[in-house]
């Protein structure tokens, strides 16, 4: 930035602030203090059900990784299969398609791509066989592995797919696929190279997007997203809402910007510097006659200067939430999986090198009067991510945060999936500042399924709040319930309903001895987003 004015002006913002901060914020730091905080979910960690848009000008969008195909052979009648999951054979001789007859796509390009099977093999030409074989065995794809997916353009779900020996698949019996179809391309139910295909899942992640835009495309469809999807007043509205921080969900690629490994483009780094300018200034009138615009590490430590001592108190808080960890800790598109492998934590490399993300991100922003907390990981998926791993990962990502910030607080989300809510205990309860997450929606479980709206209320206050004063004790960890939204199972229920059911979490959320996080500012469908629910009367701070 520029922080263009002088030391005289400087000094007069001083005596301002120290005035209003005699009024407003002159309190001593108060030890009941919460945070009352929005997720900016979605906005330098791509998720496509929240901005659907970004998407839009993808080519062949369709096609992009971890989207998941079955074919089933037109002539045969039956789906291709990596027979026992990959590892040997391609056979078509299955009448209805689960794991094994799934292929999950690596896109190269738009028309081409690799197909992954089940245990994790990609299909390819059978190079030490009769080289039209179609097997599922190389674990590192190459130009063998590498196929063209054609489509009829007037019935999108018949395809060929070409080999790159240059010849379409066919399924030449149940028992036999290979790559050898010389006919022309007609696409009756009697060619063997045509099948019907299913997509059967999709992702929309950080990887999607910038890999299906391309090294070409990528870099100015993000940056764009990046500037104009959360901006200077999108942090007025929350601070004059009620609201007190930010939860701010990052990627891993970031601590190597503007140069990240692809497909992430560089950029959001920079956007996360603005996010920091945004929130010291949140609550402050900023004098007509004075540009601010921050966008430098640098700028920030002129930041740390002069008024580095009057602001502890007011502005927006930040909470820089590590969301996507390198191999991906959940395996959703949230986590930028490619094709929803999970690998996080499997060797310590990775674990060191989201280790030095930690330390990266912390470094850069220890000095800032904003930054409140540093969230190591959200949601390891057990049993995928061990408790073993989460512990020595949590223990040096949370040495790395005190390197350079004894103030910080350090969050550690709870694992999802089978786990003990007090698993971190032993850990945390040792740990000054120390955090647990948990994440509370009444959705993503068929309990609730046919729940009626005040089923769904009364789980709140019974059934959520044991679960938290479970976590709550007076000497562990504080308690933080980062994610929760007013959004349930219920159709048609009305405004009334939805109103009490965001209460209902208010009040008993607002117990969390660290806060409570809102998911999430802004989204397409309306309750996920924090804006839209207080603009239109349903929340109130
Ligand atoms: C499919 O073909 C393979 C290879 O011959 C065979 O081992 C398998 O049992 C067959 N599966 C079914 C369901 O017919
Ligand atoms: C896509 O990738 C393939 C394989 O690398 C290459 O031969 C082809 O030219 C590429 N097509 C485009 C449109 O970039
Ligand atoms: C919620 O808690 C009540 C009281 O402990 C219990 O009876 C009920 O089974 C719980 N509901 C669910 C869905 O777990």
């Not at 520029?2 to 001083?14: D, P, V």
Request: one cysteine or more.
């Amino acid at each position: 930035m520029a922080i263009l004015f002088s030391t005289k002006q400087l000094f007069s913002i001083c005596i301002i602030l120290s005035f209003m901060l005699s009024f407003s914020y002159g309190r001593s730091p108060n030890p009941a203090f919460r945070i009352k905080a929005v997720n900016l979910g979605g906005w330098l960690v791509t998720e496509g059900w929240i901005k659907p848009s970004l998407f839009d000008g993808i080519p062949n969008k369709d096609f992009l990784d971890g989207t998941q195909l079955q074919f089933k052979s037109v002539t045969v009648g039956k789906y291709l299969c990596a027979e026992n999951g990959g590892g040997t054979i391609v056979v078509a001789n299955r009448t209805s398609a689960s794991g094994w007859e799934t292929f999950k796509l690596w896109r190269i390009n738009e028309t081409n791509f690799h197909f992954r099977v089940f245990n994790k093999q990609f299909i390819g030409l059978d190079t030490n066989g009769n080289g039209i074989d179609i097997v599922a065995k190389s674990n590192t794809p190459g130009s063998s592995e590498t196929f063209e997916i054609v489509r009829n353009s007037n019935d999108l779900s018949r395809v060929r797919i070409k080999a790159p020996n240059g010849f379409f698949l066919q399924a030449k019996t149940e028992e036999l696929v290979t790559a050898d179809y010389e006919g022309a391309t007609s696409w009756g139910d009697d060619n063997p190279s045509v099948f019907e295909m299913t997509i059967a899942g999709r992702m929309q992640g950080e990887f999607q997007v910038t890999n299906g835009y391309g090294p070409q495309k990528a870099p100015q469809v993000m940056r764009k997203h990046w500037s104009t999807y959360i901006v200077e007043d999108d942090f007025k509205f929350i601070a004059g809402n009620g609201l007190n921080a930010v939860r701010i969900p990052v990627g891993w690629w970031m601590a190597s910007d503007p140069t990240p490994p692809a497909p992430y483009v560089g950029g959001s780094l920079r956007a996360l510097d603005n996010a920091f300018t945004w929130a010291r200034y949140a609550f402050f009138p900023v004098p007509s006659d004075i540009t601010i615009s921050v966008t430098t590490s640098q700028d920030l430590t002129i930041m740390g200067g002069p008024v580095h001592n009057t602001p502890k108190k007011y502005g927006l808080k930040i909470i820089i939430d590590l969301h996507a960890a390198p191999g991906s800790q959940n395996g959703f598109e949230h986590s930028s999986s490619r094709d929803g492998s999970q690998e996080w934590g499997l060797t310590d490399d990775n674990i060191q090198q989201t280790v030095a993300v930690i330390d990266f991100l912390t470094a850069r922003y220890a000095r800032s009067p904003s930054l409140y907390a540093v969230e190591l990981i959200n949601e390891p998926l057990s049993p995928g991510a061990s408790l073993e791993s989460v512990n020595k990962y949590y223990k040096a990502g949370y040495d790395a945060v005190r390197k350079h910030s004894s103030t910080a607080y350090v969050v550690m989300s709870n694992r999802l999936g089978p786990m003990d809510p007090r698993e971190l205990f032993p850990l945390a309860s040792g740990l000054r500042g120390s955090v647990i997450d948990v994440h509370y929606y009444n959705l993503f479980s068929d309990i609730f399924n046919s729940m009626t709206v005040q089923q769904n209320i009364d789980f709140v206050y019974t059934n959520r709040s044991a679960q938290l004063n479970q976590i709550t004790t007076s000497n562990g960890p504080l308690t933080f319930v980062g994610e929760w939204v007013a959004e349930w199972q219920v159709s048609g229920a009305s405004k009334e309903d939805l109103q009490r059911f965001a209460k209902a979490q208010l009040e008993v959320y607002g117990r969390a001895t660290f806060g409570w996080a809102y998911w999430t500012l802004k989204n397409v469908n309306n309750h996920w987003s924090l804006e839209w629910m207080i603009k239109n009367g349903y929340i109130k701070l």
